[in-house]
């Protein structure tokens, strides 16, 4: 069921809501930046993501293909979403579950997660380690 969460990223420069739907699966990847960032996305669909302020605040990092933006608070540092260009759906938003404000802990518990190997671009196949993602 979709419903609109809100976030921020921690210092409250950026802040955006997302048409969510939380009974379909997360992610996790092991590919160079979201291994480092321990990015954990929830998908967001063309016309389901609102910036509602902050858009200065951002920076914008485009690696290797560039067909994917990653967004940091350029005060905080926190990623709290990245837009996927080229996707099997299209267009689409990936947000931070770290960075929503109204689902608890005991919610994100309870999240399905499906583990993708992007460091070796099986994005259809789980890496062979995953746990610590």
Same mark, same amino acid.
């Given at each position: 069921?979709?419903?609109?969460? #809100?976030?921020?990223?921690?210092?409250?420069?950026?802040? &955006?809501?997302?048409?969510?739907?939380?009974?379909?699966?997360?992610?996790?990847? %092991?590919?160079?930046?979201?291994? =480092?960032?321990?990015?954990?996305?929830?998908?967001?669909? !063309?016309?389901?993501?609102?910036?509602?302020?902050?858009?200065? !605040?951002?920076?914008?990092?485009?690696? %290797?293909?560039? +067909? %994917?933006? #990653?967004? &940091?608070?350029?005060?905080?540092?926190? =990623?709290? &979403?990245?837009?996927?260009?080229?996707?099997?759906?299209? +267009?689409?938003? $990936?947000? %931070?579950? $770290?960075?929503?404000?109204?689902?608890?802990? !005991?919610?994100?518990?309870?999240?399905?997660?499906?583990?993708?190997?992007?460091?070796?671009?099986?994005?259809?196949?789980?890496? !062979?380690? &995953?746990?610590?993602?």
């Amino acid at each position: 069921m979709i419903r609109t969460y #809100h976030g921020s990223c921690h210092c409250g420069a950026v802040s &955006f809501e997302a048409d969510l739907d939380l009974t379909e699966s997360t992610y996790r990847c %092991n590919c160079s930046i979201c291994r =480092r960032t321990r990015f954990w996305p929830a998908i967001a669909r !063309e016309g389901g993501f609102r910036l509602l302020s902050g858009e200065s !605040e951002l920076t914008r990092y485009l690696f %290797n293909s560039r +067909k %994917n933006e #990653h967004y &940091f608070c350029r005060h905080c540092g926190v =990623r709290p &979403f990245g837009i996927g260009t080229e996707t099997p759906i299209g +267009k689409m938003y $990936g947000v %931070n579950l $770290g960075c929503l404000i109204d689902v608890t802990d !005991e919610e994100l518990s309870r999240l399905k997660i499906t583990y993708v190997d992007g460091l070796h671009d099986r994005w259809q196949s789980p890496p !062979e380690f &995953f746990t610590h993602l």
